[in-house]
T-cell receptor, first 111, second 112 residues
């Protein structure tokens, strides 16, 4: 099993550009999450999903959109990137109420 | 608002020592608590999950305890090895919510 995978691993954007981060899991987990990790701020939840076709806002959702068209995939979109969105993005998945498993992360720089 | 604190921020010990990492949280109404390790430039690896009804969990040389009433958890690492060097994060899941609230982590260095 690959677990949780994320693409791409690294990306550099210019302010105003858009991009989509892809998360995939092969553990048949119902729940999926997107976090960002910033120095001094720790990990914070952006959006999450409790099942195919459903999404919900987390702690810092502004500037991001998500979609969960298939159970195994969770996409994070940035419509107009800003320097404040420079961060490391982690995807995670879990069964309801159970431990969360994390992907390797995507390092995004917005110039 | 739930806040999670990990002290110390960094710890350096010689190989072979037993050590304890601390995690405290402000609201005892938690669903569970999870310990992770993070290697530099890598993702988070789940170490142990303790449900709110449990007092401790063990995996190999690791033992995690939970005292909800005092808002504390500890991660005990026995016979430390250089390969244990990493940042250790604790996170609590609030009752009725999906998100994990993370501490800032303890950066652990085991010296050969």
């Amino acid at each position: 099993n690959a677990g949780v995978t994320q693409t791409p691993k690294f990306r550099v954007l210019k302010t105003g550009q858009s991009m989509t981060l892809l998360c995939a899991q092969d553990m048949n987990h119902e729940y999926m999450y997107w976090y960002r990790q910033d120095p001094g701020m720790g990990l914070r939840l952006i959006h999450y999903s409790v099942g195919e076709g459903t999404t919900a806002k987390g702690e810092v959702p502004d500037g991001y959109n998500v979609s969960r068209l298939k159970k195994q995939n969770f996409l994070l979109g940035l419509e107009s990137a800003a320097p404040s969105q420079t961060s490391v993005y982690f995807c995670a998945s879990s069964y309801p109420g159970n431990e969360q498993f994390f992907g390797p992360g995507t390092r995004l720089t917005v110039l | 608002k739930q806040e999670v604190t990990q002290i110390p921020a960094a710890l350096s010990v010689p190989e072979g020592e037993n050590l304890v990492l601390n995690c405290s949280f402000t609201d005892s109404a938690i669903y569970n608590l999870q310990w992770f390790r993070q290697d530099p430039g890598k993702g988070l690896t789940s170490l142990l999950l303790i449900q709110s009804s449990q007092r401790e969990q063990t995996s190999g040389r690791l033992n995690a305890s939970l005292d909800k009433s005092s808002g504390r958890s500890t991660l005990y690492i026995a016979a430390s090895q250089p390969g244990d060097s990493a940042t250790y994060l604790c996170a609590v899941r609030i009752q009725g919510a999906q998100k994990l609230v993370f501490g800032q982590g303890t950066r652990l260095t085991i010296n050969p």
